[in-house]
């Protein structure tokens, strides 16, 4: 299946897909700067892959299209003024593509945008080769010198000078900028929803103009249309939104909202929905079944078009990011390899879902914070949180779903939740004592039903379209294969391990000298060492950002830089050898029981110093009642003879430690008869009693 945004090797030339249907393909060559859209039977192109002649390919232009511009900056602003004049054109395939259509299109948005033709052309040649997304639009200002480097202004302002106001004005340094920041947030961005105006006189009592203010205090402050432009260029009307009105009314109120509805998805691919219950049923554990291990969580992930489950996810995490992760990442993997990890066989066809679709909706819960982030800029997948108290009413598809794959599994299971309260009724039965499932057994037979349900479940609710074949059955599987074929799916294939680290968590590590440090274990990798983060003399950033795995502690991700699609695998050194093969949560408990055992330790070694001190205290204070009162002549005397002194002292030390001890037993000599009849004489072999006797010229001082 030849998708949308593929890159494909043909000879000499790259090229890269832009649409295709059953008869025909439309590509475009990415290296010529002068290229437009070519059409190509798909039976060619079929017959070219088959022959080898064409092969697909990496995208070399993944680090443009993954790489958002800044917020606030002039190629954000090319990227968006680019993005308002072709992105109705753009898609209006297969229109655009041919060379005819293309001309009547573009004369309309010629006059709409008041743009140049050769200036449209480049945008549109732009969008086509660099990534077929807004970022292939963005200002390549990253090859010029002095990228985001603002203008200081130190003595003087900028802008023309006065003629009609009075003074020169004041230049706006990083000071006044620091000050303008904290009266916006007090006094303008927050729920009271004060006007601006006043923000400004709050500005001006801040910068010190004097009370009561006469006009002349106020010629040399910042002015209002300065205090104005700051706040336009460092905050969008969206944060502004979010500030004044408070997060959950934004997300109730203000916060945009698409339908959910088939006639207003275009195909397959193109809106999933994502939601989590927990299921009605109590399971026991793999490795001792007398174990309840509670209910499961079901995460199920929904294409609207079609209303096939794209992906699942079955376990005992809680609903959280780390859980919908896993529900997204299994929506884009393949199912013939994810069935296969269940013992379960299948063929591509039972289960073909498997890529990035253009459009998300979930609960706010789980859809927010850096990981959406990564989808919308990285993958060019747009989320859409649902407000506050009204999630059902947003993922009712979804919603529908659980109930549906719960009844299905009722029949078959123990341990089924039921509405009678445990324990409220005599004899009443506590079904949660009648679990028999594993996870894993559980999570098979989630699978079953969700092969039954997009093969052969048939939805008499579906709203059909006027040009979907009315003999064509409303099967999930029906009619995600022919909107695939008709409707152009737009989904897209990335780079499976790209989209799973640009989804896991991430945090800093530390440069230590032994290594990366996080959650106190130690990483390494070949271009760390290469660049001497762990020398001596290594004075460059002590922190950096990395990715990491929660279920496993072997591995993490370096990011190198802001694209994200650069990563580099660090793995876990000999250190830390300790905590290898286990998860991340492992870790943090290891890590909490050392810190526990650490603090026991801390108090005993303190209790330990504070004895120690006193007990010593005491040894001096005993021995200073013990010692005798001098005069100051005396004190002269006594340091004289100390030779002496301890000449008699070490024979007194000498003496107590032989006084307890006993002679020595007398051996009794035996009697030896010479063989030959000579008398010799017989030998002692006591050891020697005195101790002058070993020590001698021992007593010398000098």
């Known amino acids: 299946m030849f998708m949308p945004n593929d890159v494909y090797q043909w000879d000499t030339k790259r090229i890269r897909i832009l649409w295709s249907n059953p008869q025909v393909i439309y590509w475009i060559n990415i290296d010529d700067e002068r290229a437009l859209p070519q059409a190509t039977q798909k039976s060619e192109f079929e017959h070219l892959l088959a022959r080898a002649d064409l092969k697909i390919i990496n995208d070399p232009y993944v680090n443009i299209s993954m790489s958002a511009p800044k917020a606030g900056s002039k190629s954000e602003k090319v990227q968006q003024n680019a993005w308002i004049a072709i992105k109705n054109v753009v898609k209006s395939e297969p229109d655009i593509y041919e060379r005819k259509a293309r001309g009547l299109l573009m004369s309309k948005i010629m006059e709409e945008n008041k743009a140049t033709k050769q200036t449209l052309y480049r945008w549109l040649r732009k969008y086509w080769q660099f990534g077929m997304c807004p970022n292939s639009l963005s200002g390549r200002y990253d090859l010029c010198g002095g990228r985001g480097k603002p203008k200081t202004f130190k003595e003087k302002r900028n802008g023309p000078i006065r003629t009609r106001n009075l003074g020169e004005g004041v230049p706006i340094t990083d000071q006044v900028k620091s000050l303008f920041r904290v009266v916006i947030q007090k006094s303008y961005l927050n729920e009271n929803k004060y006007d601006f105006d006043y923000a400004y006189n709050q500005l001006l009592i801040a910068y010190g103009v004097k009370i009561p203010a006469s006009p002349e205090d106020l010629i040399n402050v910042p002015t209002e249309r300065q205090f104005k432009y700051f706040f336009q260029k460092e905050y969008t009307s969206i944060e502004v939104t979010k500030k004044r009105e408070g997060e959950i009314n934004y997300l109730k109120d203000f916060s945009p909202s698409i339908g959910t509805s088939t006639a207003e998805v275009p195909g397959p691919g193109y809106l999933y929905q994502i939601d989590a219950t927990i299921a009605d049923v109590y399971l026991v554990s793999e490795q001792d079944r007398a174990e309840i291990v509670g209910r499961p969580t079901m995460y199920f992930v929904v294409d609207v078009f079609s209303r096939a489950i794209v992906g699942i996810y079955i376990g005992l995490e809680n609903a959280s990011w780390v859980s919908a992760m896993e529900a997204l990442g299994n929506a884009m993997a393949n199912k013939v390899d994810y069935c296969a990890e269940h013992g379960i066989d299948i063929t591509s066809d039972l289960w073909p879902m498997q ?229 991340i949560w492992e870790l943090w408990v290891f890590q909490d029981i050392r810190l526990d055992v650490a603090a026991t330790s801390k108090l005993k070694k303190r209790s330990g110093s504070v004895n120690l001190v006193s007990e010593l205290q005491q040894i001096k204070d005993e021995s200073k009642q013990h010692q005798p009162k001098y005069t100051r002549t005396e004190k002269a005397q006594r340091a004289k003879g100390i030779a002496g002194n301890k000449r008699k002292e070490r024979q007194y030390e000498r003496s107590n430690k032989t006084a307890d001890r006993s002679e020595p037993l007398e051996r009794t000599s035996a009697t030896v008869t010479p063989i030959h009849g000579a008398n010799t004489e017989q030998k002692s072999f006591k050891l020697p009693t005195r101790l002058k006797d070993l020590l001698k010229d021992g007593d010398s001082d000098d």
């Not at 299905?408 to 509405?419: A, L, S």
């Not at 079904?431 to 996870?439: E, K, M, S, V």
């Not at 006027?466 to 695939?484: E, H, R, V, Y």
């Open 355 to 583: 890529g990035l679709p253009e459009h998300i909706i979930g609960d706010k819960g789980e859809m927010l914070g850096r990981h959406v982030e990564v989808l919308s800029k990285a993958f060019h997948v747009e989320i859409q949180n649902t407000p506050a108290y009204r999630a059902a009413d947003w993922r009712g598809i979804v919603e529908r779903y659980f109930r549906t794959v719960q009844t299905k599994m009722k029949p078959f299971v123990e341990g089924y939740v039921t509405k009678n309260p445990i324990g409220k009724k005599r004899h009443g039965n506590d079904y949660r004592q009648d679990g028999i499932l594993t996870l894993k057994e559980f999570t098979k037979m989630m699978i079953k039903i969700v092969l039954h349900y997009n093969n052969d479940h048939v939805i008499r609710t579906y709203d059909i379209d006027s040009d979907i074949p009315k003999k064509l059955p409303a099967n999930p599987l029906a009619l995600w294969a022919w909107g695939i074929e008709y409707r152009t799916g737009l989904l897209r294939r990335p780079d499976p391990k790209l989209v799973k680290v640009n989804l896991l968590p991430h945090t800093n590590a530390t440069v230590t000298e032994h290594g990366l440090k996080l959650f106190g274990c130690y990483y390494s990798c070949k271009q760390a060492l290469e660049w001497g983060w762990f020398e001596e003399n290594y004075r460059g950033p002590k922190t950096v950002t990395v990715a990491y795995d929660l279920y496993s502690t072997n591995e993490i991700y370096l990011r190198p830089s802001d694209s994200y699609a650069e990563f580099i695998p660090a793995n876990l050194t000999s250190r830390s050898r300790a905590y290898a093969n286990i998860t």
